[in-house]
């Protein structure tokens, strides 16, 4: 591979249409990951994250408008032939879902349906070949009794058992890139923290990159080195990890920090950011949080801050220098 | 949804599945099933029981059930009973290639519509709209009496009356389906758009149709006596169940003529009405037993 990163994404803009002109639910963003590194995007629901990733992987409904760059291993994804693209999906790029129930197809065993992604992307595979490799492939995600377990559907299987196997599928064909779209948010919090273990160790064992998209800050922190705060359709902090939780220079993912329950402190009331995100539909002419923001200013409903350096972090808000170097302002 | 893999489960004992599966059926599920099995058995053997030949004329006409002619024997001294039970031979089978040519019609088309979508769809549902304006009866005969009088033609008429139910059934499902997780995962996965469609969609489409096909068996057997009723399907001599009728509406007073085949299609009727009920209940889990 070249110094060029995993995936570079300019500019990816994604729009739908609606009932008077088209809607914007990606608004432009920029997002660099390199190989075998973690990123983790975080946002509330309609931030616009998901939406993003399935843009580049053109997984969004034919209605939608695509623009801006996402190269991959430098190869351009946005616009890439259908035909062309398929060769990379399941192949290069592991997909992993929210629900692992409803992403699998309940009509087939799970054997069968980690044999179709591999045969999908080797022809020459022979049926044997491609069950044991299966089988492997159940016994790597730690599924007891794989043998058994390949010939069950996904109702047979626990909850945590699914996804497990959902990133088996995932790894079948050994892909560079893995993106994972809220992993853990359909299961119980005792499994996600083995999910997410498993997911850390497969990753660096195998040198996969990952995109980890989730709403939960306690996911990406003990799993991403970088991270790209969401919101309205926009990257409003980018950071490392350390940066992020310890340096926040943005209103919104202080909200988001403060919002975490902490172990140290005795909390009776959970903190929560007012309000809720803006409708697509309407969004505010300014900066999108600012009508959540406690510091909004006359100004902020005028400007929409595009993404700067301010002090460690690439911040979206006109106000980040007065936030700047304040630390961690909960806990 | 667990019920199609509960079916489809399993390298070994199938068919003991299907039985544990059809034993959850309600009581009068079972009496369909009954009936039904007693017209199969009763269409592939019947030319072997020792019944008299349904085309044989004897002298004693019109002579009420007895125990010689435990049905009676109509206007040409045929015995009733025997015809009844070759008429089985006629309707059924004709029901049996409209019902599955319909299936088949109906849900590639409806499939094609829902999956492809754009002008395929409008062209094909436009079709199937127009062919369901119609009063079912109307255009059915309209067809036979266009194509000329005789089972295979009344057939063929019955499939231009039936596919679009089935069409608009499988492209309701295809349209619902299409939207579930697994299809965008399995797109994810790199899937091609035909491997989408018959390996993640249409195999969890078909209960309705099935459901729908299972009921709609009795329905199409009663079309097929309509048509031969009004003279536009089975020709005479042949004992057709419609056919009959017909001929025992015009000697009124001697009832047993149309009362061996008129019970013939009441059960038919009743048995798939009762089966298809039975599989409502068993598919779907969500509403009231």
Known sequence: ?331 | MSVASDIAKGDSGKVGQLFNFLNRLPITGKIGIVILLFWTVTVLTVQFWPIADPLMMAARRLQPPSGANWLGTDALGRDVFARTLHGAAYTIPVAVVVVVSAVVIGSVAGAAAGYLGGWTDSIIMRAADVTLSFPPILLAMTVAATLGPGLPNAAVAMIIVWWPIYARLMRAQVLEIRTREHVEAAIAGGAGKTRVLVVHILPLCWTPTLINATMDFGQVALLAASLSFIGLGAVPPSPEWGAMISEGASKFYSWWIAFGPGMAILSVVLATSFLGDGLRDLFDRRGPK
Do not use: W
């Open chain 1, 1 to 331: 591979m070249t110094g060029s990163p995993l995936l570079e994404i300019r500019d990816l803009r994604a729009a739908f249409p609606g009932p008077s002109g088209p809607v914007e639910a990606v608004r432009g963003i920029d997002l660099t990951l390199e190989a075998s590194e973690v990123l983790g995007i975080v946002g509330e629901s309609g931030s616009g994250k998901s939406v993003a990733m399935m843009a580049l992987l053109q997984l969004l409904p034919s209605t939608a408008t695509i623009s801006g760059s996402a190269r991959f291993k430098g190869q351009e994804l946005i616009g890439m032939p259908r035909r062309e693209i398929r060769q990379i999906l399941g192949k290069d790029i592991g997909c992993i879902f929210q629900d692992p129930l409803s992403a699998f197809n309940p009509v087939l065993t799970i054997g069968a349906q980690i044999i179709e992604a591999i045969r999908l992307h080797d022809r020459k595979i022979s049926k044997r070949a491609a069950l044991s490799r299966a089988v492997e492939l159940l016994a790597s995600v730690s599924i007891p009794q794989p043998q058994q377990r390949a010939r069950q559907y996904p109702h047979e299987f626990s909850g945590g058992m699914r996804q497990r196997a959902m990133i088996a599928m995932a790894l079948a064909n050994e892909p560079s890139l893995l993106i994972a779209d809220e992993p853990t948010t359909a299961l119980d919090v005792t499994v996600q923290a083995q999910i997410l273990d498993l997911m850390r160790k497969l990753a660096q064992e195998r040198g996969i990159g990952m995109v980890l998209i989730t709403h939960d800050l306690g996911v990406v922190a003990g799993m991403a080195r970088d991270i790209a705060v969401m919101y309205g359709g926009r990257v409003v902090e980018t950071g490392t990890a350390e940066q992020i939780f310890y340096d926040t220079n943005h209103p919104y993912t202080q909200g988001l920090i403060a919002a975490m329950p902490s172990l140290d402190q005795k909390t009776d009331m959970l903190v929560s950011i007012e309000g809720t995100p803006p409708s697509i539909f309407s969004r505010p002419p300014g900066c999108s949080f600012a009508p959540r923001c406690h510091m909004a200013q006359p100004m902020c409903g005028e400007t929409d801050p595009e993404l700067r350096q301010v002090n460690t972090t690439l911040t979206a808000c006109l106000r980040a220098e007065e936030l700047a170097g304040q630390g961690r302002v909960t806990a």
